[in-house]
């Protein structure tokens, strides 16, 4: 005989779930087999990532130092960290801690090992300038001389002249080239000068791009990295190279557009001179720490205040220095005191002592459902065991993709929630039982118990969510883990419980076993106390103390707890006549 409509539709969704389950696991399949990360290992694991406490991981102490020499005050510090976090979330490490100690240092613990990248985010104090180009030539230190001998340019000193005459007008102006700005430029080594980020921003620069294949003179400081309100890497839709994309706010945007105007004049200019002839001066160099990272020609009027910033980019590079600028500049300077291993805070131990908890949690869930429902226990376990499965490869996915790691408190989340997933079967199965009393068939009480039990289910799971929500934005970052979980975890249930659980109802109401109502499946009708036999037929009390009434005690007195006022006045009324006709007929 075919399977009835309901059955064939339980079965499509419980294939539906075999399908996601599959997809999941084959995500992460690719993780640990085809993707690798810098360091050659897979990118993924079939198992979640331990966090800070449980793990353990590398310790960076950082020397803060102001410009001054001033010792740095708590909120230079407070700020300097809250951007460290920053930049450390944006890596994809999750679960780092970052304190500041003694008053002038940053304590940065990250789980696991530290890659360089990662070293290299947090030091770089991410100072950003706008400069324009006055002068750019290959990083030679030395001129051939008529003798055929490589002669080194002569370094500046005082008696040459460093005052621009006439006073420059603009960041472009040609005044700025000194005779000791030039001598600087000619000398200046892009080998040895790896950072002038404390040069003064009111001054001329010498600069090297990353490579150290070109060196540039550079005119004052115009801009800096605070008028930044967001930068994004992207690809270049003509080229395909990587670039950084920034979006200046107001004060940016207008100083950005004259400066952009200035530049394409200078650049329109050089075109009508012969190339020997034509400068760089229709450049604007983006120095960061000291460092060319781009000096592109002014090829349009930027008035949008959307520039962008192109070069030698890879998409990492690009994404760490996107980083760097979206977060802000340090307001001190650091360096690194110490760089060391350190080992769990809390240790297996803990992680041992937590997952033993959890299995005494789940076994008092297991035999209080078997206790309870019988048969239906076992539905119970079954949705928390597939809960289980999806729950624990989503969250290896999550530490490949996101950066999560599993920390104790978010074991603790994930300990809680097997108490939160049983709650929504119990409901259900509750609701089952009451259309069961009211004289429902099995299979109508499974798909009218649904409809009630799913409004209730939904609203509690809601607010779940929420309590998780406000508690990850709220709480302190040791708390985070346990929110992150326990939102999770609620989700994944209200997901059980609507691919797994309830079809796994519908094909069982239609088994002999639970369709015939056995004592043990935990759906029979009669211990439960029906009220009702049919549409107009009530379960009338049964008196004496042996027999089938004396066995089904407990389910006449439920039956007589659930009659309804109008139901209990009829019963005492059919028992009335009853009692009348048996006197009549003992009369007669």
């Not at 960290?81 to 613990?109: C, L």
């Not at 376990?381 to 999806?390: D, E, P, Q, R």
Request: proline share 4%.
């Amino acid at each position: 005989m075919a399977s009835s409509s309901p059955t064939r539709h339980a079965w499509r969704v419980l294939t539906g779930l075999l399908i996601v389950t599959a997809v999941l696991f084959g995500i992460n399949a690719l993780g640990v087999y085809a993707f690798k990360t810098d360091e050659g290992k897979p990118a993924s694991s079939w198992s979640p990532e331990l966090a800070l406490d449980l793990q353990g991981g590398t310790q960076i102490i950082l020397s803060a130092q102001s410009s001054d020499g001033a010792d740095p005050t708590q909120d230079q510090l407070d700020q300097a960290a809250a951007i460290i976090r920053q930049r450390v979330d944006a890596s994809g490490v999750g679960e780092a801690d970052i304190t500041t100690e003694g008053g002038s240092n940053i304590v940065v613990q990250i789980p696991g090992v530290a890659d360089q990248q990662t070293r290299d985010r947090i030091q770089a104090s991410a100072k950003l300038e706008f400069r324009a180009v006055l002068a750019a030539t290959d990083p030679a230190t030395s001129f051939v001389g008529e003798d055929g001998k490589a002669t080194p340019f002569p370094t500046p000193d005082a008696t040459m002249n460093a005052v621009p005459t006439p006073a420059p007008t603009d960041g472009s102006d040609p005044a700025w080239m000194t005779e000791k700005q030039i001598a600087e430029l000619q000398s200046f080594d892009c080998s040895a000068k790896t950072d002038d980020s404390s040069a003064p921003e009111d001054e001329p620069l010498v600069a090297c791009d990353p490579t150290g294949s070109v060196k540039y003179l550079l005119g004052p400081m115009e801009l800096d990295g605070t008028v930044i309100n967001d930068a994004t890497a992207g690809r270049d839709q003509q080229s395909g190279a990587w670039t950084v994309n920034l979006v200046l706010d107001g004060k940016g945007t207008k100083v950005f557009g004259e400066i952009s105007q200035r530049l394409y004049k200078i650049k329109l200019e050089n075109q009508s001179l012969p190339p020997e002839q034509q400068t760089a001066r229709d450049q604007f160099a983006f120095v960061l720490d000291g460092v060319v990272i781009s000096a592109p020609s002014m090829n349009a009027q930027i008035l949008n205040g959307k520039p962008s910033i192109s070069g030698s980019f890879t998409q990492e590079s690009s994404k760490a220095l996107a980083d760097q600028l979206r977060y802000g500049a340090l307001p001190l300077s650091f360096n690194v005191e110490s760089s060391d291993t350190i080992s769990a805070t809390l240790g297996s131990e803990q992680l041992r002592t937590g997952l033993i908890t959890g299995l005494i949690g789940l076994a008092l869930v297991a035999l209080y459902s078997l206790i309870s429902y019988r048969a239906l226990g076992w539905v119970i376990m079954a949705s928390i065991t597939v809960m289980g499965v999806l729950t624990y490869i989503i969250i290896s996915i999550l530490a490949w993709r996101m950066g999560f790691r599993l920390s104790l408190a978010g074991v603790a989340g994930l300990i809680v929630s097997i108490g939160f997933t049983a709650d929504s079967f119990i409901v259900y199965f509750e609701r089952i039982r009451d259309e069961l009393r009211d004289g429902k068939s099995i299979t109508g009480a499974v798909e009218d118990g649904w409809g009630r039990a799913k409004r209730t289910i939904y609203i509690s799971k809601s607010i779940n969510i929420l309590a998780a929500v406000v508690l990850y934005i709220l709480a302190d970052a040791t708390v985070k883990g346990f929110a992150f979980t326990l939102g999770l975890t609620t989700l994944i249930d209200v997901f059980i419980f609507v691919i797994f659980t309830h079809p796994i109802m519908q094909i069982l109401a239609r088994t002999r076993f639970f369709g015939g109502g056995h004592k043990l499946s935990g759906l029979d009708p009669e211990a439960l106390g029906a009220v009702y036999r049919g549409r107009a037929q009530f379960r009338e009390a049964q008196i004496g103390s042996s027999g089938r009434s004396a066995r089904n005690k407990g389910a006449r007195i439920e039956a007589e707890k659930r009659q309804t006022i109008a139901e209990r006045k009829r019963a005492e009324a059919l028992a009335a006549l009853g009692t009348k006709n048996a006197g009549k007929d003992s009369d007669a």
